[in-house]
């Protein structure tokens, strides 16, 4: 008998996570039965079991794997040299996590968004799956962080705010964004680099009076 290939595996496991992440993103976790994935794969039972025990592993590792794409596309855009401006990263990164996965598209848009959001509604009843995504989102933040203090380094951004709060004010621009989008439809990755560009237009604190003197 044939010995089945890797390669034959990895993209049964890929088509697998790939309905199933389709039917979490159009129904949430709690309305999509296993029946309703090995519908979607088209798999009989015994093919979609050997590779996952149930749904709650699915979900487990649909979490997981979005939260490695997410810190592989930054460490991608990131290790440019000399880094993107800040408008322009965001950016790259918002455009590789939509297109990572072309067979995730529903009726001409991508389910990334909607998916992102049924993870984040998860976690609020799921200890298991909060303790995943918070363990992955320290990971993640961390390059965010390295790559303001590249910026600071270079003049930049400021200086005199912390790394941290700017990089983690960086990703909640970049996850409201994906709310936007999961709530009221696809748009153009470039209204967020506008948005962005425009806000770090803004200007810097006043100049202090060298005397200390005030006006009045």
Request: proline fraction near 6%; hydrophobic fraction near 45%; aromatic fraction near 6%.
């Amino acid at each position: 008998m044939a010995r089945v290939s890797q390669e034959h595996l990895d993209a049964r496991r890929r088509q697998i996570l790939d309905g199933a992440a389709l039917c979490f993103a159009r129904n949430g976790f709690h309305a999509t039965s296993m029946q309703d994935v090995l519908k979607e794969v088209d798999l009989s039972a015994g093919a979609v079991y050997r590779y996952f025990s149930g749904k709650e592993e699915l979900i487990a590792a649909i979490v997981t794997e979005v939260l490695q794409e997410v810190g592989d596309a930054f460490e991608a855009v990131g290790e440019q040299s000399p880094p993107p401006p800040p408008d322009v990263m965001v950016g790259q990164v918002m455009g590789r996590m939509l297109g990572l996965r072309p067979g995730l598209v529903e009726d001409g848009a991508a389910v990334f968004p909607r998916l992102i959001i049924q993870v984040w509604a998860e976690t609020l009843r799921n200890d298991e799956l909060a303790k995943v995504l918070n363990e992955g989102y320290a990971e993640v933040r961390q390059p965010w962080v390295r790559l303001v203090e590249r910026y600071q380094a270079a003049g930049m951004m400021r200086a005199d705010v912390p790394a941290e709060s700017v990089a983690r004010t960086m990703i909640a621009a970049a996850q409201g964004f994906v709310a936007q989008m999961a709530l009221f439809g696809n748009a153009p990755v470039d209204i967020l680099q506008d948005g962005l560009r425009g806000l770090m237009s803004l200007g810097g604190p006043a100049p202090r009076d060298p005397g200390g003197s005030q006006a009045g």
